[in-house]
């Protein structure tokens, strides 16, 4: 009786002893599995947030070949060869201000932003849309200024033409045949004048009538109506003088075509000299501005613009 006694007990005590280690097993399973499905929400909350910000990134146009195209545009600025006619270039950064008022932004050429506005006027050219400005860009852009300029190279008749008074022009002693202007194009080049006088930010030296002062430079005419007999004298003087004095059809001859003084050298066209006026405060306005008075620019000649309404 004793013994039954004694077994009893010890089986009782390793019943206890079994639950008791099946309920911590349990609840170590339990706890385990709460935690796994706690990281499992983690992580798809993590791979959400990766999945949202690549959206955003790609919707921002902040994405690699952006990045790409930028870095590639800040070095072909520079270095990129291209001919302008039978004239070895390099680089387009003598282009910049044309570029950016062509594709309507006003970010740096080596931006991100400057080559997705770019890459937008590519689609819309039908070309391309890399955001690089390559060759067939610039010559595409090329195509669509040169485009933009006069059609009709007639020769002005004389009731067509005013002879404006000295005080317009950058050499006050300028021959008399040499200070004539087409009417209609002369009455758009004060009204334009007006309007850049009255822009402070340029500061320009005016009269009491708004008018640019004796001693003011800026936007003086250097050169107007120049008739075939005038061209034909600077072909035989200055047989090497470059497009200007070699044109057969000169724009010049119409009256509708001015050279405006916009800093440096006033017709030269080095390298060097043209670096120096685009950028003047006085061409960027006109890059800008000149249009609304009816003026196209000839790009090659920062100094050299018609009027084509």
């Not at 993590?46 to 990045?67: C, F, I, Q, W, Y």
Request: contains cysteine.
């Amino acid at each position: 009786m004793k013994r039954l006694k004694e077994h009893t007990a010890i089986f009782v005590i390793y019943l206890v002893a079994s639950l008791v280690l099946v309920s911590f097993i349990a609840g170590i399973s339990l706890s385990q599995s709460n935690s796994k499905s706690e990281d499992d929400v983690k992580v798809k909350r993590v791979l959400k947030a990766t999945g949202e910000s690549r959206d955003n990134h790609e919707k921002t146009g902040t994405d690699s070949p952006l990045k790409e195209a930028a870095t590639a545009n800040g070095q072909l600025s520079n270095e990129l060869n291209w001919k302008f006619g039978s004239k070895q270039q390099r680089g387009w950064y003598l282009y910049t201000t044309l570029i950016k008022r062509l594709i309507d932004t006003k970010q740096d050429p080596a931006s991100a932003k400057f080559a997705g506005a770019l890459s937008k006027w590519q689609a819309k050219a039908g070309l391309k849309s890399s955001g690089v400005l390559d060759e067939e860009t610039l010559y595409a852009m090329i195509k669509r200024w040169q485009d933009a300029r006069l059609k009709d190279r007639s020769v002005a008749a004389s009731d067509q033409l005013l002879t404006a008074p000295t005080s317009d022009f950058y050499d006050p002693t300028r021959a008399e045949d040499l200070r004539q202007v087409e009417l209609r194009t002369y009455a758009a080049y004060k009204r334009m004048v007006a309007a850049a006088v009255s822009d402070r930010s340029l500061g320009l030296a005016h009269a009491p009538h708004g008018e640019l002062a004796a001693g003011e430079k800026y936007l003086k005419i250097i050169s107007a109506f120049r008739s075939p007999e005038y061209q034909q004298k600077l072909r035989r003087e200055s047989p090497n003088a470059g497009s200007a004095g070699l044109a057969v059809n000169s724009p010049h001859s119409t009256g509708r075509a001015l050279d405006l003084y916009v800093g440096g050298e006033p017709v030269d066209t080095r390298d060097s000299n043209r670096t120096l006026q685009v950028a003047t405060p006085v061409y960027q306005w006109l890059v800008r501005n000149a249009e609304r008075f009816g003026f196209r620019p000839y790009c090659y000649e920062p100094w050299h613009w018609e009027y084509v309404r």
